[in-house]
C-alpha cells in the first residue's frame, strides 16, 4: 500500500521536533507544542492548542473525519533532560543519522511517534476526504507525561477522544495490550537531630531506619512473586534516600523513595494498603515514628489481546517488519492508562523505537524501524476501518 510521505519527509520532520529542548522537568513543551499545531493547520489538518491543564504549556490535538469507528493516535512532546551533554556522541538536540540509526533526546522516547501521528494523521484525512476511509482520527501531541502529569487526561475532557487507542511510544513495532502501573512512595522515618560529638544525645534517623529498609526488600521478594503472563513481575525497588543537614549532625529525619511496579490485576488502592500496613508493622515493632505518601501514580492498562485494532496493528507490523504477532506486554507505564481507564477504549501501546533506549544517552530509533512504522500504521488503521465497515 502506498503512503502519502517517504522516509525523507518523515527524518526531517523527526529531525525539526528533536530540535525543540521540550525537556521536563520543567516543562518546555510550548514552542514544540505550537510547531505541531502549525505544521498540522499547513497541511490542511485544523489543529488546536488545548491550554488545559497548564495555560503555559499548550498541548495539541486534532480530528479528522465524522464516521466511527474513531481512532486515537496518543504521544507527548515532553523528553526527559539530557544530561551531561559533553557525554553523547552526538548532539543531543539535533537530529544526527548515523549508521542507519537516528540519535537524539527523545528520538524514540517519543518523538518519532508524534512525527509518526502527524504524517498518518494527514495521510488518514486525505483518505477520509476522497472518501476512501470511513472513519474518524484524532491525534493528541500531549504534555507532561515523564512526570505523571495529566495531560492526556485533559485532552480527552476537552472531546478529544474514541472508540480505539494507540500510543505511540517505542515498542519495536510489537502490540502490546497490557502494560504495567507504576507508583512511587516517599516513605519518611523522624529521629532527633544531635551534635555528632555527642551522638546519643539524638535519634539517629538513618540508623533507626535499618527495619523499614529491611521490610523494603522482603516485601519486593513478596511481590516479585506476582506474575502476568504478558508485562511479567511486580516489584518494588528502593531508588532514593534523603537523609542529613551537615556532616557534624546526627540526622533527624531519613526519606527514601520506593518504586513500585504493579500489574494489570492490582489497584494503586490496593498497593496502598499493602505499604500502609507494611509500615505500620514496622512503626509498631521498632517504636518509629514513619510517614508515607504515594508522589506519583501511572495506573496499569489492559484491552483485549484480540480486539480489531490489535490484531490489524500485529498484522500489518508483520507484513511490514517481520514483527512477532504473539501476545506482547509493555512492561513501562504511560499514558495509555488514560485511553483504557477513563477514555473506554480498546488501546495498545506501539511505535517505533525501543524501550531500552528511552531516556538513555546515545538515544536512537532505527531508520528501517522509521521506514516499516509508516508503512505498517496507515495500513492498519485503513484495514481498521474497511472491517468497521
Not at 90 to 100: I, K, Q, R, S, Y
Not at 313 to 321: G, I, K, N, T, Y
Request: proline share 5%; hydrophobic share 40%.
Amino acid at each position: 500500500m502506498s503512503t502519502r510521505f517517504d522516509r525523507s519527509q518523515y527524518l526531517e520532520l523527526l529531525s525539526d521536533l528533536v530540535r525543540f529542548e521540550s525537556v521536563n522537568p520543567p516543562g518546555n513543551e510550548a514552542a514544540c507544542a505550537e510547531y505541531v499545531a502549525d505544521w498540522l493547520t499547513d497541511h490542511g489538518v485544523d489543529a488546536e492548542l488545548v491550554a488545559e491543564p497548564f495555560p503555559d504549556r499548550p498541548q495539541v490535538a486534532a480530528r479528522v473525519g465524522n464516521d466511527d469507528p474513531t481512532v486515537v493516535l496518543n504521544g507527548h512532546l515532553d523528553v526527559v533532560p539530557a544530561g551531561d551533554t559533553s557525554a553523547w556522541t552526538h548532539d543531543p538536540f539535533e537530529a544526527t543519522v548515523d549508521d542507519g540509526a537516528v540519535y537524539g533526546r527523545g528520538t524514540a522516547d517519543m518523538k518519532a511517534g508524534i512525527a509518526l501521528g502527524m504524517l498518518v494523521t494527514v495521510e488518514l484525512a486525505e483518505r477520509i476526504e476522497r472518501g476512501d476511509v470511513d472513519g474518524s482520527v484524532v491525534f493528541h501531541a500531549a504534555v507532561g507525561e515523564e512526570t505523571a502529569a495529566p495531560g492526556t487526561r485533559a485532552l480527552l475532557d476537552a472531546g478529544y477522544g474514541g472508540d480505539y487507542g494507540v500510543v505511540l511510544e517505542g515498542t519495536g513495532l510489537q502490540t502490546a495490550t497490557r502494560s504495567k502501573g507504576l507508583a512511587w512512595y516517599e516513605i519518611t522515618v523522624d529521629g532527633e537531630p544531635a551534635h555528632a560529638s555527642d551522638p546519643d544525645a539524638g535519634q539517629n534517623a538513618l540508623l533507626a531506619s535499618r527495619p523499614v529498609l529491611d521490610a523494603i526488600v522482603d516485601y519486593d521478594q513478596q511481590v516479585r512473586k506476582r506474575r502476568d503472563d504478558l508485562v511479567g513481575r511486580a516489584y518494588a525497588t528502593a531508588t532514593m534516600a534523603d537523609a542529613g543537614t551537615k556532616e557534624n549532625v546526627v540526622p533527624g529525619r531519613a526519606t527514601y523513595t520506593v518504586d513500585r511496579r504493579f500489574l494489570p490485576d492490582e489497584t494503586v488502592a490496593d498497593v496502598d494498603d499493602e505499604i500502609d500496613d507494611l509500615l505500620a508493622d514496622v512503626a509498631t515493632a521498632h517504636d518509629l515514628d514513619i510517614e508515607w505518601e504515594r508522589v506519583r501514580t501511572y495506573e496499569s492498562a489492559a484491552s483485549p489481546a484480540d480486539s480489531p485494532l490489535a490484531s490489524a496493528l500485529r498484522e500489518a507490523s508483520a507484513a511490514a517488519a517481520d514483527v512477532p504477532t504473539e501476545s506482547w506486554g509493555y512492561t513501562a507505564a504511560c499514558d495509555v492508562r488514560f485511553l483504557v481507564n477513563e477514555g473506554g477504549m480498546d488501546a495498545v501501546v506501539w511505535g517505533p523505537g525501543a524501550l531500552a533506549q528511552a531516556h538513555s544517552q546515545d538515544e536512537y530509533v532505527p531508520v528501517a524501524e522509521l521506514d516499516a512504522a509508516l508503512a505498517a500504521l496507515p495500513r492498519a488503521l485503513q484495514d481498521l476501518f474497511d472491517r468497521a465497515g
